[in-house]
């Protein structure tokens, strides 16, 4: 049996087993949102109802968490797949400062850019080119910018949940 745990803001931040939300629950680090009544723990002082959803009393911040790694598709998704220098329709990327002169593979330094705008630039910045950007890149913010496949395999959350006490 599993139990959704969310943080104080009602965000979810892991599954665990429902022992591990028995012990923050009684230690009154979270409290009980929803029960499953079918099969309840019998304790020595009566029994207690399985948590299916608990939410923490404090606020735990979660470090890393909302780092999303750069790729080539994510970068293409954030830039909705527009040239940064011409807006047409673009299928590669670019290194605004270019990876021979320490450019790094950032999420701001790199831009959506169509075949024809990449081959032009080649190894020089745009203001070597006299380009403008049309819009300063910037890392995606929010969970829907996860990009399928980068994410990490079944995350432990289990040892930041002691932070909340």
Request: charged residues 25%; positive net charge; glycine residues 8%.
């Amino acid at each position: 049996m599993r139990t959704l745990v969310l943080n104080a803001g009602y965000e979810p931040l892991a599954v665990v087993s429902f022992k591990r939300a028995l012990v923050l629950v009684m230690n009154e680090k979270a409290t009980v949102i929803e029960r499953i009544d079918e099969s309840p723990v019998w304790g020595i002082r009566g029994s207690v109802d399985r948590p299916a959803v608990i939410v923490l009393t404090r606020y735990v911040r979660m470090p890393g968490a909302r780092r999303v790694p750069v790729t080539r598709r994510g970068v293409l998704r954030r830039d909705a797949h527009r040239c940064a220098y011409c807006g047409k329709g673009a299928t590669t990327i670019d290194h605004v400062l270019p990876r021979s002169r320490g450019g790094a593979d950032s999420w701001e330094n790199l831009v959506a850019c169509c075949l024809r705008c990449n081959n032009m630039k080649g190894d020089r910045t745009p203001q070597e080119m006299g380009w403008d950007l049309r819009w300063v890149p910037q890392p995606p913010r929010g969970s829907q910018w996860t990009v399928r496949g980068t994410e990490r395999a079944e995350p432990s959350w289990e040892p930041y949940l002691s932070l909340a006490a």
